[in-house]
T-cell receptor, first 114, second 112 residues
């Protein structure tokens, strides 16, 4: 079956430091990967959509300078939160798609900023 | 910009009862509709999709779509305590652009 592994599951970092998270698709080819942030109130914000062989598209309020994303092949994507501050806390989710429209989500990487 | 709204915010149903979750969207070009369920401490998992107007039944779950009314719903028959979770409606405009906008969720609690 199609699975998405995401790690680390949780990170506590000091204000101003960075956190890198990784997303691995198993059992299918992730032609596109969407990175979301789920707030403590559980609402979703789309950060960016990465499609193989296309430029990564960032949503308003999110930039490559702050959330650089790498999607080097059909099974792996990573995103870094640079200079994390309190407003960056939340559960970061990667949703991978293989052309069916269904997003397979990992369990998320929870970021706590002190 | 697409707006997806869900109601109610929370819902309590007795075990064996019917749970009805509602979702409205704003973009008439929306084509793909998914319901996701998220248990505490886990990532969201896809429950079912619906792409055509009408009803779609999968086991105890029935989704209903009315694109003209910008409305999609999920009904859970014979609700079980294990159905207690956050339910999200996710809407996308079409193939090649799997940019999903999520609603704020409905928290369902099924009490025995």
């Amino acid at each position: 079956g199609a699975l998405v592994y995401q790690y680390p599951r949780r990170t506590i970092c000091k204000s101003g430091t960075s956190m890198r998270m990784e997303c691995q698709a198993v059992g299918f080819q992730a032609t596109s990967v969407a990175w979301y942030r789920q707030s403590p109130q559980k609402t979703f914000e789309l950060i960016a959509l990465s499609t193989v062989n296309s430029a990564i598209k960032y949503e308003q309020n999110f930039t490559q300078e702050k959330f650089p994303i790498s999607h080097p092949n059909l099974s792996f994507s990573s995103m870094t939160v640079l200079n994390a501050y309190l407003e960056d806390r939340g559960l970061y989710l990667c949703g991978a798609n293989h052309g069916t429209g269904q997003l397979y989500f990992g369990e998320g990487s929870k970021l706590t900023v002190l | 910009q697409q707006k997806v709204q869900q109601s109610p915010e929370s819902l309590i149903v007795p075990e064996g009862g019917m749970a009805s979750l509602n979702c409205t969207f704003s973009d008439r070009n929306s084509q793909y509709f998914w319901w996701y369920r998220q248990h505490s401490g886990e990532g969201p998992k896809a429950l079912m999709s619906i792409f055509s107007n009408g009803d779609k039944k999968e086991g105890r779950f029935t989704a209903h779509l009315n694109k003209a009314s910008l409305y999609v719903s999920l009904h859970i028959k014979d609700s079980q305590p294990s159905d207690s979770a956050l339910y999200f409606c996710a809407v996308s405009k079409g193939t090649g652009n799997y940019k999903y906008v999520f609603g704020a969720g409905t928290r369902l609690k099924v009490i025995a």
